[in-house]
C-alpha cells in the first residue's frame, strides 16, 4: 500500500475516529423527544446500554438522609450516604429538576423525588386519581434519568394528617397503578406502622402493589435523655413479621431519627446512640435502605437536625464504612465523567425556560 492509499484509508476512517474520541471524552448518552400531550417542555434521557440508570444491588442496602440542598449535595457524599430524598417544587421547569438530579449523579448520589405539591388528587366518588399535567411533566422528566432512585408516592397515607383523611390501600393501589401508567419509575411511600394500620382492618392493610419501596420508622430518642431501645427492637420485629405477611415483595426502608421535635418531645441522638441505632436495623436483612431523619429542615416544624451537628458527622461516616458498606455485595458505584444531554422540545403553548 503506498502513501497516497494511506491517506485514502485515513480521510475514510477519520469521522469515526473522531465520534469515538468524543464520545469516550464526553460520553453522551442518546436523547430522544417523546410528544407531551400535557403541553410544554419535555426532557428525555438516553443513557448508554453500560450505565446503569436504575438501582442495582451493588447500592443496596442504602444509606441515605433526607432534605439536602443541591449546594450540600457533596457533603453528605463524603460522610457516606449514597441516597437523598429531596422536594422537587411543583411550580419549577424541567431543567430545574433534572438540574438537581444531574448535580447528585456528579456525586455518585441516588434521588428519591418528590413533587411537592404532589400534583395527583382522589375522586373518593369513583376511587380514580387525576394526576395533572405538571405531575405528568414531571413523571416523564425524571423517569429515565440514571441518577432516579424513585419517585415518591404518598406520605402517611392511612392517615393523611388528618382522623378520616386517609387513603385506603385500595386508594394507593390505585395510585400506584396510575403512574406506572405515565413512566416507569419506582414508587416510593413513607406509610409508618405496617402493624399498627394493619390492625385497623383490611383497608388499612399493606399490600402489593402500592410501592415499591415501603418506608416505616421508629423515634426512640426522647427529650428527657430516654432511649427506647427496648421498644424499637419491639417495633422492628413486628414491622417485619407484618410485611412478611401482607406484602412479602416489597423492600422495606427505615427511617432513623436525628431530629428534635418539641411537640412529640424528640432530642437528637448522641453518636453511640446512632451508631447503637444503625446496627439495629442494619441487621436485617429485610431492610434495603435506611435514612437518618433529617438532614435539614427549613421551618419550625423540626427545630434541630443533622446538619446543625458536625461532631456527629465522624460516627455518620463510621457507620456507613463499618455497618452497611460490608452489607453489599460490591462497592457502591462511584461517581463517573459520564454526561447525559438531554433533547428539549418546547410546546407551542409552554414557555418553561
Known amino acids: 500500500m503506498n502513501q497516497s492509499d494511506n491517506r485514502i484509508v485515513l480521510i475514510r476512517w477519520a469521522p469515526f475516529v473522531i465520534f469515538l474520541v468524543f464520545?469516550?471524552?464526553?460520553?453522551?448518552?442518546?436523547?430522544?423527544t417523546r410528544s407531551d400531550e400535557t403541553g410544554g417542555l419535555q426532557m428525555d434521557y438516553r443513557p448508554q446500554a453500560t450505565v446503569e440508570s436504575r438501582v442495582?444491588?451493588?447500592?443496596?442496602?442504602?444509606?441515605?438522609?433526607?432534605?439536602?440542598?443541591?449546594?450540600?449535595?457533596?457533603?453528605?457524599?463524603?460522610?457516606?450516604?449514597?441516597?437523598?430524598?429531596?422536594?422537587?417544587?411543583?411550580?419549577?421547569?424541567?431543567?430545574?429538576?433534572?438540574?438537581?438530579?444531574?448535580a447528585a449523579r456528579a456525586q455518585g448520589l441516588k434521588v428519591i423525588a418528590w413533587l411537592?405539591?404532589?400534583?395527583?388528587?382522589?375522586?373518593?366518588?369513583?376511587?380514580?386519581?387525576?394526576?395533572?399535567?405538571?405531575?405528568?411533566?414531571?413523571?416523564?422528566?425524571v423517569s429515565s434519568h440514571p441518577a432516579l432512585f424513585a419517585v415518591y408516592g404518598l406520605h402517611e397515607p392511612y392517615w393523611n394528617e388528618c382522623e378520616g383523611c386517609g387513603y385506603t390501600t385500595a386508594h394507593q393501589q390505585a395510585l400506584y397503578r396510575a403512574i406506572k401508567a405515565i413512566a416507569p419509575v419506582p414508587v416510593y411511600s413513607e406509610i409508618n406502622g405496617f402493624a399498627f394500620w394493619a390492625e385497623q382492618g383490611a383497608a388499612t392493610t399493606i399490600a402489593p402493589g402500592?410501592?415499591?419501596?415501603?418506608?416505616?420508622?421508629?423515634?426512640?430518642?426522647m427529650s428527657n435523655g430516654a432511649y427506647k431501645r427496648k421498644e424499637l427492637?419491639?417495633?422492628?420485629?413486628?414491622?417485619?413479621?407484618?410485611l412478611r405477611r401482607y406484602a412479602p415483595d416489597v423492600r422495606l426502608v427505615w427511617t432513623m431519627q436525628s431530629m428534635a421535635h418539641r411537640g412529640d418531645r424528640l432530642r437528637m441522638p448522641t453518636a453511640d446512640e446512632m451508631r447503637d441505632y444503625a446496627r439495629i436495623v442494619y441487621a436485617h436483612p429485610e431492610v434495603?435502605?435506611?435514612?437518618?431523619?433529617?438532614?435539614?429542615?427549613?421551618?419550625?416544624?423540626?427545630?434541630?437536625?443533622?446538619?446543625?451537628?458536625?461532631?456527629?458527622?465522624?460516627?455518620?461516616?463510621?457507620?456507613?464504612?463499618?455497618?452497611?458498606?460490608?452489607?453489599?455485595?460490591?462497592?457502591?458505584?462511584?461517581?463517573?465523567?459520564?454526561?447525559?444531554?438531554?433533547?428539549?422540545?418546547?410546546?407551542?403553548?409552554?414557555?418553561?425556560?
Open 116 to 141: 411537592w405539591p404532589e400534583g395527583w388528587k382522589l375522586d373518593r366518588r369513583t376511587g380514580a386519581w387525576t394526576i395533572d399535567a405538571q405531575a405528568q411533566r414531571f413523571l416523564r422528566t
Open 56 to 102: 442495582d444491588s451493588s447500592w443496596l442496602p442504602f444509606y441515605g438522609t433526607q432534605f439536602v440542598p443541591i449546594h450540600e449535595l457533596s457533603t453528605v457524599r463524603r460522610l457516606g450516604f449514597t441516597v437523598v430524598l429531596n422536594n422537587f417544587d411543583y411550580e419549577a421547569t424541567p431543567r430545574e429538576w433534572i438540574a438537581y438530579l444531574d
Open 210 to 221: 402500592m410501592c415499591d419501596y415501603c418506608q416505616t420508622a421508629f423515634y426512640p430518642f
Open 23 to 32: 464520545a469516550t471524552l464526553f460520553g453522551s448518552g442518546f436523547a430522544e
Open 233 to 242: 427492637l419491639n417495633h422492628i420485629q413486628d414491622e417485619i413479621a407484618a
Open 288 to 353: 434495603v435502605g435506611a435514612w437518618w431523619y433529617m438532614w435539614r429542615w427549613d421551618n419550625e416544624l423540626y427545630h434541630d437536625y443533622l446538619a446543625n451537628h458536625p461532631e456527629l458527622y465522624p460516627a455518620v461516616r463510621e457507620i456507613a464504612q463499618t455497618v452497611v458498606a460490608p452489607l453489599r455485595p460490591t462497592p457502591t458505584p462511584v461517581p463517573t465523567t459520564t454526561r447525559y444531554l438531554p433533547t428539549v422540545s418546547a410546546s407551542l403553548h409552554g414557555n418553561n425556560n
